[in-house]
């Protein structure tokens, strides 16, 4: 038998902060990848195909997006 939970099986706390943080998550992503489109490769550490492929796919609850606008970013 599988022990995995439905999302409308959790507590609703536990529901609230998922949704909290999946919102977050995807607003960061699509300012990263708004504000890496923006820039020359002359303005980015690291090559740009691969942040634009981390923040596409990688799912990180936030963590990537803000490794670009820490790192990834030269200001």
């Known amino acids: 038998?599988?022990?995995s939970k439905k999302?409308?099986?959790l507590p609703?706390?536990?529901?609230v902060l998922l949704s909290i943080g999946g919102?977050?998550?995807g607003a960061m992503r699509a300012?990263?990848?708004v504000d890496i489109?923006?820039?020359d490769d002359n303005d980015v550490n690291g090559?740009?195909?691969a942040w634009v492929v981390a923040l596409s796919v990688v799912s990180s609850f936030g963590l990537v997006p803000l490794a670009y606008l820490i790192w990834g970013r030269k200001d």
Do not use: Q, T
């Not at 609703?12 to 529901?15: A, D, E, S, T, Y």
């Open 1 to 3: 038998m599988s022990k």
């Open 7 to 9: 999302f409308e099986n």
């Open 12 to 15: 609703k706390p536990v529901r």
């Open 37 to 39: 489109a923006k820039r």
């Open 23 to 25: 919102l977050v998550d």
């Open 31 to 33: 300012y990263a990848l």
């Open 47 to 49: 090559p740009k195909p």
